[in-house]
Structures are given as structure tokens and as C-alpha cells.
């Protein structure tokens, strides 16, 4: 009877060790997948956090004039309705130079560019996310299109610009085609270029 009962109890006691067993490798399978899951969660958290909203690359615009060949006076308007959107700004077109107003070519630079775009025409001002977007004097600088022709390519290709960036500044991302119409222009002598020695600097 009590070798029995023996047998008996280290019976129940081996299978109550592989329970405890067989428990601690599910657990042990089961860990790895812990850091994933708590991973994932901090990764749907960071998602779901909000951030600033970036700065528009672009922005509808109203000219109001030009200042000389390669700066205007822009008035910015709202995308919604049209509406002016805070005070008119002056941008230089990123890319090109113009003579000086008294300079060579510096008046019918100024002329000419008020001559491909109209007053109160509505354009479309265009940072370079390379460049700067205000040169030294801290002016807005960028590319000012009006429907799809680019005004900075318009006036090198007519004579009255030059290709020009600042030599310690990244080159602009227009810069290639602004030099290409600029050799051509010079070598057909459009523009300034006939009676100028330089056009821009």
C-alpha cells in the first residue's frame, strides 16, 4: 500500500513538471515578439503626433511692377479667393542679374520687363529648396513665372539678364539653363548685348 501510494505521488509530481515545463517554453517563444509589439505601438504613437506644417514652396502673386531688370514688386493673394494676403514684398529673381538702373542696359532691362508682364497680372513666386530664400541684402529671392513662362529665362534669353549666382551660395537649380540662354544671347548680341560690354554681372 505505501509502495503504492509512492508511486502514485511521483507520478502526479512528474506531470505537474511538465506542465510547468511545456508553460515556460510557450512563454519563452512568445517574449521575442514583446519588443516588436511594443516597437510597432511607439512607431503608430510617433505617426499619429502632429507636426508643423512646411512652409509652401510656392505662392500665387499679383505684379505690381518692377523695380529694375530682375526685381519686382509682388503683391501675394490668397489660393482661395484671390484676396491680397498681407503687405507687397519685393523678390529677385534667383538666378539672374540685370544691369543697375544708370547702368548699361539698365533701363531697358527694367522696360522690358514690364513689357512680358503685365501689371496686376496674376504669376506664381517659386523658392529653390537648394538656394537661400533671401540673398545678402535680405530680400526674397526665387523664380516668378507668369502661366508657364519662366520670367528670369525670358529676360537672359532676350538680352537683357545675365546668368549670375553668388559664388558662396549653392547654384540654383535653374541656374544650367539660364547660362545655356545667356551664351546664346550674348552670341547673337540680342538685346543690351549689342550695345553693352556685360549684361548683369
Known sequence: MN????????????????????LFLGLTACSPAE?????LSATVAASATPTAEA?????????LSAIDGDTAKVQRVSEKDGSAA???ISINILGIDAPEIGQCGGDEA???????????ARIIITFDAKAPREDKG?????YISSGSSDLGERLVSAGFAGAWHA????????????EKAATAAKSEKAGSW????????
Open 55 to 63: 512652409e509652401p514652396s510656392d505662392f500665387p502673386a499679383t505684379f
Open 110 to 120: 527694367k522696360a522690358e520687363f514690364e513689357r512680358i508682364v503685365n501689371p496686376q
Open 194 to 201: 549689342a550695345t553693352c560690354d556685360t549684361v548683369g554681372r
Open 138 to 142: 535680405s530680400i526674397a529671392q526665387a
Open 167 to 178: 559664388e558662396d551660395e549653392v547654384v540654383p537649380t535653374r541656374f544650367e539653363s539660364y
Open 3 to 22: 509502495t503504492q501510494f509512492a508511486h502514485t505521488r511521483t507520478a502526479k509530481l512528474i506531470g505537474v513538471s511538465a506542465a510547468l515545463g511545456s
Open 86 to 88: 498681407g503687405e507687397p
Open 35 to 39: 519588443p516588436k509589439e511594443v516597437a
